[in-house]
C-alpha cells in the first residue's frame, strides 16, 4: 500500500529526532517520539493519525535478530502537571517492517515520563522508561 511506504519512509527518515533503542537478548527495541506535523496530511488520513502541534507521536518497533518482530506494547506518559495518561498501540504491518504508533497531547512546555511494557512474548517482558522534553 502506497501509504504505508509513505508512513515507512517518513518515519524512517528522520534523523534529527531523539531516537532511541534498547538490546534486549535477541531483540532490539527501537523507540521515538516526535511531532505529528512531521508526518504527511495524506500519510497520517490513511493512518488515522491526529495532526496538531500539540499531538506528539510515539513510534517503536522490535526486531528479533535483525528481523521485524510483533511484540504487545503498553504503556502510559506522565506529563509536568503529574497527570497520567494511558497509551493505546496501533500496529502497522509492512512487508519489510512493524511498527507501533501512539499519541499524546501536550502541553505548550512539557516534560514528558513514558513508561513502556514491551511483551516479546508469553514470558519475556521487558519495561522501558525515558523522558522527552516538548517545546512548541
Known sequence: DVYKRQLFYCLGSLPTLAASYLDHGEHRIHFTTFSSLIIPADVASAHAI???????????????????????????????????????FDEINEADAVYYLASYLALEHDILRFSLDVQLNATDSVPINFIRRYDQ
Open 50 to 88: 491526529v495532526r496538531s502541534k500539540k499531538r506528539i507521536v510515539l513510534n517503536l518497533s522490535v526486531l528479533k535478530q535483525g528481523v521485524p518482530a510483533t511484540a504487545s506494547i503498553s504503556g502510559h506518559v506522565i506529563n509536568l502537571l503529574n497527570q497520567r495518561f494511558e497509551l493505546v
